[in-house]
């Protein structure tokens, strides 16, 4: 028992020497300082930037119409509402039919109540962009 007593005494914890650990880390980062100032003064890339267009400055930008988008509401009772008025899905779809075709770059949003579960929104949006196709966005507020 006293040999079993002595080795446990005699024998230490191994230390951890961090000035090796230390010294590799300040190589590294003197490596990547003085590569860093190397680049600096060349181009990386080789790109063209656009060049201003000659004149008095004033640059006419190219006007872009877009229609204001079809709001349609579903209320926490899952009623469908469009311009404020009730309506049922089979209306609210000739009206999107109709309003599709006449701005052909409209968009659709649908404003659902919070407290809906989310499988009568999705159920309401897929039959509405079946209707509109990419053009029929859910709102998040």
């Known amino acids: 028992m006293r040999s079993r007593r002595r080795r446990s005494a005699d024998s230490q914890m191994p230390e951890v020497n961090l000035i090796p650990m230390m010294d590799v880390l300040m190589t590294v980062?003197?490596?990547f300082v003085i590569i860093s100032m190397g680049m600096t003064g060349q181009q990386l890339l080789n790109v063209r930037l656009p060049a201003s267009v000659p004149g008095d400055g004033a640059v006419e930008?190219?006007?872009?119409?877009q229609a204001?988008?079809?709001v349609v509401g579903l209320?926490?009772?899952g009623?469908?509402?469009?311009d404020n008025q009730p309506?049922?899905?089979?209306?609210?779809?000739?009206?999107v039919?109709?309003?599709?075709?006449q701005n052909p770059n409209g968009r659709l949003v649908l404003k659902a109540d919070r407290t809906l579960a989310y499988r009568e929104v999705s159920g309401l949006l897929t039959d509405l962009r079946a209707i509109g196709g990419n053009r029929v966005s859910l709102a998040v507020e």
């Not at 039919?97 to 075709?101: G, K, M």
């Open 97 to 101: 039919r109709t309003y599709f075709a």
């Open 75 to 77: 209320d926490r009772d």
């Open 61 to 65: 930008e190219p006007q872009v119409t």
């Open 87 to 95: 309506t049922n899905f089979n209306q609210l779809s000739q009206q």
């Open 68 to 70: 204001d988008a079809l």
């Open 79 to 82: 009623n469908l509402i469009l």
């Open 29 to 31: 980062l003197t490596f």
